[in-house]
């Protein structure tokens, strides 16, 4: 059977453990003088992005090429694209071209599976709607495997997730992934923007966490939300929620302030994080390069691991 | 069930690697510009010990690592993890580099490590020092310095260690 990632559940502590092991390979790859190699040559990874995306598509774009692999990329912009059958014509098509992985972005959840069905490629998922988004998470858990010099036990960590956590799937990935890592994820969010049931501790108090936790993730917090009555507004929202001056600087010094974004600033983020020595937004995205190559390698570079 | 031959004691490999440091220095008409690359992993450890005599018999060079998991012509063929890196702690560029390995067999993984080594820049030269030469070559490589010639049936296992070298024959009928 075909290999997949597609959520850190399907994937297993197993193959999370040895992952993040292979994204410390290939971010050494990345730091040398020529940082691409030979490991993929021949194969052929399709990115199939029927939402926006700037850095995830590119980030899988480069990983795959300093794997040397061979891309090609489909964007299409959702309105452009009709369900069903349509999809599933395009996924075949290209699959006849000859596709050894599929990346896929769609704005509806169970998306990589069903692609999964219609082709023998590897499926890797880069985001389905509010469902999971696997990569970012293996990103934002090496990120602090990278900054705080540990290995692949987090035992002991806090992490405060601070936002839309309802709609998020980096939310709900970068918890699983956090939690089968061993640290203590809390939600921070107005309780209309929580889920409805969930094993993660929440608060709607943000001042009550700032200061005391290892990691800040911020969300980012989709505008369009706002128009649908479950915030109250952004100046409301973002006095409760946003990351200001006063709660900047009440972060830990050995703190880590993380964002998957793009940012809302003004928004979630009144501060310049680019000012404060916990951020760790562009190591994360230097580190998308080195999660993803991880990814592409043990899909389509493990020969003989069967499933 | 598997039958184990020690073929060198811990005294012969020092020796060996002794022996060699003299020939890295005589080839090389001294040690100006010499880096030693360990080829992960089993090379790692042999040239850790040839750069140490040759700085006892000359002077100091730079010693690094190369992991060529990334650079095989058998991906896809196997499992394969990588959990090493490259560590090449000086600039390559018109250095003569000396690739360590524990054992050469086929070949294939030196011709990886030659690919790896030019993804850090152009050397002077590339030579091979190995512990062991145990024969079965698929392509045209030969070492520069050898531990000793071994020659072994492909059934058999060859492990290395400081400790010595044991030749291990599995009960396969050949």
Known sequence: ?307 | MSHRKQVLGPDDVRRAVTRMAHEVIERNRGVDGVVLLGMQRGGVWLAQLLGSEIARIAAPVPIGTVDVSLHRDDIGLRPVSPGTSSDVPVEVQGATVVLVDDVLYTGRTVRAALDAVSDFGRPQAIQLAVLIDRGHRELPIRPDFIGKNLPTSSDEEVDVTPDGVIIIESEVST
């Open chain 1, 1 to 307: 059977m075909t290999l997949h990632f597609r959520s850190i559940e399907e994937a297993g502590t197993e193959r999370i453990h040895r992952l993040l092991d292979l994204t410390e390979h290939m971010a050494a790859v990345g730091r040398r003088p020529n940082p691409k190699v030979p490991a993929l040559r021949g194969k052929t990874v399709c990115n199939l992005f029927f939402e926006d995306s700037t850095r995830t598509r590119m980030s899988f774009d480069l990983a795959a090429k300093r794997l040397s692999a061979d891309t090609m990329t489909l964007a299409v912009s959702s309105s452009s694209v009709n369900k069903g059958e349509s999809l599933r014509d395009t996924v075949e098509t290209l699959d006849a071209m000859g596709v050894d992985a599929f990346v896929v972005r769609h704005q509806t959840s169970g998306v990589p599976w069903q692609v999964a069905g219609w082709t023998p490629a590897a499926v890797i998922n880069a985001g389905d709607g509010w469902h999971a988004h696997p990569t970012q998470a293996l990103l934002d858990a090496y990120t602090i495997r990278q900054r705080r010099g540990i290995a692949n036990d987090f035992s002991g960590l806090k992490v405060a997730v601070v936002g839309d956590i309802r709609h998020s799937r980096v939310a709900r990935s970068t918890t699983d992934i956090l939690q089968l890592l061993g640290a203590k994820v809390v939600h921070v969010a107005p309780r209309t923007l929580l889920p409805p049931t969930s094993d993660v501790a929440t608060t709607s108090n943000f001042d009550d966490v700032v200061g005391e936790v290892d990691v800040v993730y911020m969300l980012r917090m989709q505008r369009e939300r706002m128009g649908a009555g479950l915030v109250p507004d952004g100046g409301e929202y973002s006095r409760r929620f946003a990351l200001d001056e006063r709660r900047a600087s009440a972060l830990r010094p050995d703190a880590l302030l993380m964002h998957p974004g793009p940012m809302n600033r003004g928004v979630e983020m009144m501060v310049d994080p680019t000012e404060l020595p916990q951020s760790t937004i562009l190591d994360q995205v230097t580190n998308g390069i080195a999660a993803r190559m991880a990814v592409l390698f043990e899909l389509l570079g493990s020969g003989g691991i069967e499933e």
